[in-house]
């Protein structure tokens, strides 16, 4: 069981603005910072957003996170069917003293 | 152009060993630290071990410690991962990532390159 916890699934279809969540605790999301991967189907994960909403270069700005006290979540505006992959967050736990994961949520375009 | 390639996993029975390692090139290795994190059949991912750019330092998941060992060899640019004591929960896909900085810490935990991955797979 992860540790932080994400919907196992979502869905939206083209165009549309879609907004996924992660909930954590006090150790965690609570008081660092959160990160988010992509992870298209039969692939490696890709840095999404890091440090809560800073994308790294080549991520569109379509794609934005935030946070809010133990929650944080991913935006993803202007749905593209290539949107269509398995979204990780992660965080680091001052208790585990290393990061933390979601287990994952499955993004379905419509 | 930066990459980051894992190799060595293998078939294996429990309580058998398994080296795996991770080529990158493309950039400074010694300046940054990487991570091993598996992701098991179906499910999420899991941090396993990093070790800092120096590889002075490493750190480990409770589920690993003691039994997985991290290294590096900055003059080969080669990451490696020590398996012993293997388990059936050890199955994954063992994916090697660069960090963004020579430290590990609650700044700098996030993964900003990620190999394709290696298959570890544990059973009798």
């Known amino acids: ?110 | 152009e930066v990459q980051v390639l894992e190799s060595g996993g293998d078939s294996v029975q429990p309580g058998g060993s398994l080296r795996l390692s991770c080529a990158a090139s493309g950039f400074t290795f010694k300046a940054y630290a990487f991570t091993w994190v598996r992701q098991a059949p179906g499910r999420g991912l899991e941090w396993v071990a990093t070790a800092s750019g120096t590889g002075g330092s490493t750190y480990y998941a409770d589920s690993v410690k003691g039994r997985f060992t991290i290294s590096r060899d900055n003059s080969r640019n080669t990451l490696y991962l020590q398996m012993s004591s293997l388990k059936v929960e050890d199955t994954a896909i063992y994916y090697c990532a660069k960090g963004d900085s020579g430290s590990f810490s609650s700044y700098y935990f996030y993964m900003a390159v990620w190999g394709k991955g290696t298959t570890v797979s544990v059973s009798s």
């Not at chain 1, 298209?40 to 909403?53: E, Q």
């Not at chain 1, 935030?66 to 967050?89: F, P, V």
Request: with cysteine.
């Open chain 1, 1 to 110: 069981q992860s540790i932080l916890t994400q919907p196992p699934s979502a869905s939206g279809t083209p165009g549309q603005r879609v907004i996924m969540s992660c909930s954590g605790g006090s150790s965690n999301i609570g008081s660092n910072t959160v990160v988010w991967y992509q992870q298209l189907p039969g692939t490696a994960p890709r840095l999404l957003i890091y440090r809560n909403n800073q994308r790294p270069s080549g991520v569109p700005d379509r794609f934005s996170g935030s946070k809010s006290g133990t929650s944080a979540s991913l935006a993803i505006s202007g749905l593209q069917s290539e949107d269509e992959a398995d979204y990780h967050c992660a965080g680091w736990d001052d208790s585990l003293n290393g990061p933390v994961f979601g287990g994952g949520t499955k993004l379905t375009v419509l």
